[in-house]
């Protein structure tokens, strides 16, 4: 069998255990569409007074950035060293946060001037970073989300997901939204809402139909990105190498 074959059966099982099981299946109404940067492989996406924060990855690649949302503009941005591969990224008390994949390193910087301000590290890989105003919430490709002290980085608590009985792997980008957590799920254009108290998966928002994968330009262009406007309740979602950044409504 073909390896486009074998991707595209092991992205259809993958999607049938996301909306397996009990979870309610959400849809979703589109609003409106920006420009995004089409060569950015999107890993972290904030939105924080009127602007959309970024995280790119790939090694020699990766940037943090300021972008904004109208015109797709980059701001402001800066690269990271060749050999770290940018991943999630948060917003904390005046600062960002951005993980790196397989270099066990984090970088907090100061929002406004991109001043690398500190580092700390962490076993495993770092995937998705969010934040519910007590802990930092990350996600490591697992079935399994960790809580940390803000203060020391140190696991204080790992949280199982369920949908029903089954794991859910492959959690990746993460948004704190209104109590619940939301998680792209990497290889599916699904997203879950967690409840952070028992792990439970409490809806799938299913989004394939928002950017077709015909359009796509390869396997790699992956939905993965989430960024919600507590100010207004805005709702943003994009993928990997995507042209457009979508304003959606939950359904």
């Known amino acids: 069998m073909k390896p486009g074959f074998i991707l595209a059966a092991l992205v259809m099982l993958w999607c049938g255990v996301v909306l397996a099981d009990s979870a309610p299946v959400l849809g979703y109404r589109l609003v409106a569409s920006y420009p995004h940067d ?34 797709g503009r980059v701001e402001q941005d800066i690269r990271l060293a060749p050999n770290l591969f940018g ?38 890989e770092g995937w998705g970073l969010t934040h ?17 002290d803000p203060e ?39 997203l879950v809402r ?14 394939t139909t928002l950017y077709p994968s015909s359009e796509r330009v390869g396997p790699e262009a992956v939905m993965n990105g989430i960024a919600h406007d507590a100010a207004t309740g805005r709702l943003f979602v994009t993928g990997k190498y995507w042209p457009r950044l979508y304003e959606i409504v939950i359904e």
């Open 132 to 148: 519910d105003d007590r802990h930092w919430i990350m996600s490591d490709g697992t079935d399994e989300l960790r809580f940390l």
């Open 152 to 190: 020391t980085q140190a696991v204080t608590r790992r949280l199982p997901v369920r949908n029903g009985a089954r794991p859910v792997h492959r959690l990746n980008e993460l948004e704190y939204i209104d109590g619940t957590i939301w998680a792209n799920v990497w290889r599916s254009d699904h």
């Open 87 to 124: 991943e999630g990224l948060m917003y904390w008390r005046g600062r960002l946060v951005q993980l790196t994949w397989r270099e066990r390193l984090g970088i907090i910087y100061d929002a406004k001037t991109f001043e690398r301000l500190d580092t700390f590290t962490y076993t495993g």
């Open 38 to 71: 089409p060569s950015a492989f999107t890993q972290g996406l904030i939105f924080i007074d009127g602007k959309l924060y970024e995280s790119t990855g790939n090694y020699d690649r990766s940037t943090l950035r300021r972008v904004e949302l109208q015109t």
């Open 194 to 207: 967690i409840a952070p108290d028992s792990g439970q998966v409490t809806a799938v928002l299913d989004l």
